[in-house]
T-cell receptor, first 113, second 112 residues
């Protein structure tokens, strides 16, 4: 059984650029949740995708957007990057949108210069 | 709005000591509470999950307790080892069960 994988591992961008992060969910999982973890803080919920639709969103601006594909893998897109977007981005997959255990990937470290 | 806090923010102990990490949450209407471990620059490893109807869970040298009515959980680590050095995160899920609300973590250093 393949776990949750995220790519790339590390990424460096400059202010104003756009970035796409990818997450492959665990086999049998149809739900992906994305979290942002700033240095020294706990992860914060960005949004969740269930069966290719956004299914709940945290307190993040619209320049954070996502997609989920028919194979349930997911992308997180961030436009107009700001310095405060520097963080570890974690995705978690689960077998349903609520109450199911979430399995986390190792994250993508995004640095904004 | 649910808020989760953890005390202390950082802890340094000599090897072999027993220690307690604390987690508090403001809304007692939770579905479950989970403790995670995070090594530097890495993802989250689940340690213990306590359902709202449970009082405690144990795994090896780890014991987690939950007092839902007072909004508190503790993680007890027995006979600490240098390999326990990591950040420990507490997270709660509300009764809708969709996403976690995380605390800021406790950074633990166990000195040989």
């Amino acid at each position: 059984e393949t776990g949750v994988t995220q790519s790339p591992t590390h990424l460096i961008k400059t202010r104003g650029q756009q970035v796409t992060l990818r997450c492959s969910s665990q086999s049998g999982h149809n739900t992906v949740s994305w979290y942002q973890q700033a240095l020294g803080q706990g992860p914060q919920f960005i949004f969740q995708y269930y069966r290719e639709e956004e299914n709940g969103r945290g307190n993040f601006p619209p320049r954070f957007s996502g997609l989920q594909f028919p194979n349930y893998s997911s992308e997180l897109n961030v436009n107009a990057l700001e310095l405060d977007d520097s963080a570890l981005y974690l995705c978690a997959s689960s077998s349903g949108p609520t109450h199911q255990p979430q399995h986390f990937g190792d994250g993508t470290r995004l640095s904004i210069l | 709005k649910q808020e989760v806090t953890q005390i202390p923010a950082a802890l340094s102990v000599p090897e072999g000591e027993n220690l307690v990490l604390n987690c508090s949450f403001t809304d007692s209407a939770i579905y479950n509470l989970q403790w995670f471990r995070q090594d530097p620059g890495k993802g989250l490893t689940s340690l213990l999950l306590i359902q709202s109807s449970q009082r405690e869970q144990t795994s090896g040298r780890l014991n987690a307790s939950l007092d839902k009515s007072s909004g508190r959980s503790t993680l007890y680590i027995a006979a600490s080892q240098p390999g326990d050095s990591a950040t420990y995160l507490c997270a709660v899920r509300d009764n809708y069960g969709q996403n976690f609300v995380f605390g800021p973590g406790t950074r633990l250093s166990v000195l040989p």
